[in-house]
């Protein structure tokens, strides 16, 4: 959870998004008809989405998370020890929660709006006021069982919640937040899950390998197939590009 020199060191301008925006600028991005079957043979793979449009190319890659790309169908059906990975490897269970107020007043007070704790349900917290920003936000998580609980209770609830947890680490200053927001990556369908996936004891030993493999002309890329930044969006890029340049080398030996 390191901000100086580690994983949250940086933000994005504009917002994370602008990363998807600008690599999908120069490409042809179909968006709201998502994949539904895979079909490969042997001079290439044809890709059906739910609407029945159908797209065919020399190769394919999937970025899905692997627990999500396990869920398309594939025709053929997937070698027992890929499909085997992708049922070994869940997402976590997380809430992403903001609260907005007047202004960062944590600062006047000479506190960086980071918070780590063993008393939850919101264990860790950052400032997430964007550069230039008026008004004060802060961030938390809610994590693991702490996330599986709290999903089945109310807005209302969690909302308390994590109010009194911001007032626990930062003052009473942070009980009354301008706004609240909250993100259930849970319920995400393209997700159900974050922030990447979790390898249990022995799926590494056991599966590893199966996890950027190709299978015939289907290539697997995203945060999980990095070797640097693993489940970051750094990881997510670094992936795409690597399986990219090896796609690209195939087509044209």
């Not at 980071?114 to 961030?139: C, E, H, W």
Request: proline share 7%; aromatic share 10%; charged share 25%.
């Amino acid at each position: 959870m390191a901000v100086d020199r580690g994983a949250q060191q940086d933000r994005i301008a504009g917002g994370s998004w602008r990363i998807s925006e600008r690599m999908a600028a120069d490409l042809d991005v179909r968006l709201g008809d998502p994949v539904r079957t895979v079909q490969q043979t042997e001079d290439g793979v044809r890709v059906t989405t739910r609407g029945g449009t159908s797209h065919d190319a020399a190769r394919a890659i999937i970025t899905l998370p692997p627990t999500l790309a396990g869920r398309l169908e594939y025709d053929p059906p997937l070698p027992s020890w890929r499909d085997q990975l992708t049922q070994k490897l869940p997402s976590g269970s997380v809430f992403k929660v903001y609260a907005v107020y007047p202004t960062p007043f944590w600062r006047e007070e000479g506190l960086n709006g980071q918070a780590g704790s063993d008393r939850g349900p919101v264990k860790v917290t950052f400032d997430n006021t964007p550069p230039g920003y008026d008004r004060g936000i802060l961030m938390g998580f809610i994590e693991a069982e702490d996330g599986r609980r709290w999903a089945r209770r109310t807005p209302e609830e969690r909302r308390a919640a994590v109010v009194d947890c911001f007032v626990r680490y930062f003052g009473q200053r942070a009980a009354e937040p301008l706004e609240y927001v909250e993100r259930d990556w849970m319920a995400e369908e393209f997700s159900r899950g974050c922030y990447g996936a979790h390898f249990a004891p022995g799926v590494w030993t056991g599966f590893g390998p199966a996890l950027r493999e190709p299978v015939g002309r289907l290539h697997w890329a995203g945060a999980e197939c990095s070797s640097v930044w693993n489940g970051y969006m750094e990881g997510a890029v670094r992936s795409g590009e690597a399986t990219a340049d090896d796609v690209v080398g195939l087509l044209s030996s």
